[in-house]
Structures are given as C-alpha cells and as structure tokens.
C-alpha cells in the first residue's frame, strides 16, 4: 500500500516549456488535490477533484491544467513554464465521503525550479 | 486577510517542557480542524483531527477547539528534539470542501 505517489521527484525547465507531474492513490479516495508550497506563503490549492469527472479551480490556478484521468489518478500540466512556477508541488487524497474522511494525504512532493 | 492564522515564529522550547501551537480561522462555518506536521524537506503528515468544541488527546499530542472563539491549538507535552518541525493548521467546511492552511508555525525543540 504506497500510499499517494507523485513522480517526478525532481525537475528542472526551461521558462516556456511544458510538463505534466503525475499522481495516483491506492487508497480507493474519491477526491484529490494539488497544493503548491513556497516560503512564507504556505500551502495554496491550485485544483481540486471532488470525484471522478469532476474538477474545480481552487487558489491559483492561473498557468495550469489538470485531469482526472481515473478515479486513482490526477494529473497537473504546465503549459508553458514561468518562473514564477519555481515551488514545491504536492498531491493529496481524502476519502471525502463526510465528516472523519475528510483528511488529507500528502504525496512526497515535486520540486521543480523554472530558469 | 489570511483566513487561517499562524504565528510562523520560530517558537524555540526546552526539551522536556510543554509547546503550544495556537491557530485561528475566520469562517464560522467550519467543521473540520487539523494538525499536521512538516519536517523540512518532506511532505505533511496528518498529527490529529478534531471535529467537536473541547479536548482531544492523543499520547503527547492534546488538540483543543473553542468553535465560540474561533481558535484551535495544539499541545505537546514532554516535547523532544524529534518534534522539531513546522505545525500547519489546517481548517475545512467538511467533507470534499476546501481545506485552508495557515502558513505554519515552525517549533525548535532544544536539547
């Protein structure tokens, strides 16, 4: 049981080029999430997945794209990286069926660095 | 205005004593409170969970929730150097609803 999984762990772009960071749960949840981490700022919400099909902007989701590919797996794209976008990207998951399930797991995190 | 309240601090205790991590939040419509902690360069790990007014304890770890206040904390009693790490807050409306996070307090354990 892995848990939340992220791939890659590390990456490094050029500004303007694209990119996709992968997430997938094996703990059967319904919803999944993706946080960006900078300094001082804390975690902020780029999207959010209520349920399989569904997806919605959260906090900043200004430069970003996702999909719900299956009911395990959430994606988040880059079209076109800016500098700006230089974060520590995390993925989570929650069970979401009510009041006790809606705790979140975290992945291990990507850290990419936009030049 | 940030709708969850952290003091970032570095908050810097003894080992051995009692560390209390305080949060506020500004939406009275919130029904889920959590603690999660942050060592650095790793990703959050969920401490504990509390839903209802009053103490939850859990080993070390006591969570408190005044709802009337809007105002939750966290108590750590006899604290170690492992314990030396960020404590985000984490407030939610309930179920898939989004969860806010405070930018987290940073606790400094020494030996």
């Known amino acids: 049981n892995a848990g939340v999984t992220q791939t890659p762990k590390f990456q490094v772009l050029k500004t303007g080029q694209s990119m996709t960071l992968q997430c997938a749960q094996d703990?059967?949840?319904?919803?999944m999430y993706w946080y960006r981490q900078d300094p001082g700022m804390g975690l902020r919400l780029i999207y959010y997945?209520?349920?399989?099909?569904?997806?919605d902007k959260g906090e900043v989701p200004n430069g970003y794209n996702v999909s719900r590919l299956n009911k395990r797996e959430f994606s988040l794209r880059l079209e076109s990286a800016a500098p700006s976008q230089t974060s520590v990207y995390f993925c989570?998951?929650?069970?979401?069926?009510?009041?006790?399930?809606?705790?979140?797991?975290f992945g291990p995190g990507t850290r990419l660095t936009v030049l | 205005q940030k709708e969850v309240e952290q003091n970032s601090g570095p908050l810097s205790v003894p080992e051995g004593a009692i560390a209390s991590l305080n949060c506020t939040y500004s939406d009275r419509g919130s029904q889920s409170f959590f603690w999660y902690r942050q060592y650095s360069g790793k990703s959050p790990e969920l401490i504990m969970s509390i839903y209802s007014n009053g103490d939850k304890e859990d080993g070390r770890f006591t969570a408190q929730l005044n709802k009337a206040s809007q105002y939750v904390s966290l108590l750590i009693r006899d604290s170690q150097p492992s314990d030396s790490a960020t404590y985000l807050c984490?407030?939610?409306?309930?179920?898939?609803?989004?969860?806010?996070f405070g930018i987290g307090t940073k606790l400094q354990v020494i030996p």
């Open positions: 984490a407030v939610a409306a309930g179920g898939y609803q989004k969860v806010t």
């Open positions: 997945s209520a349920s399989e099909g569904t997806t």
């Open positions: 703990m059967n949840h319904n919803s």
């Open positions: 989570a998951s929650s069970e979401s069926g009510g009041m006790g399930t809606d705790t979140q797991y």
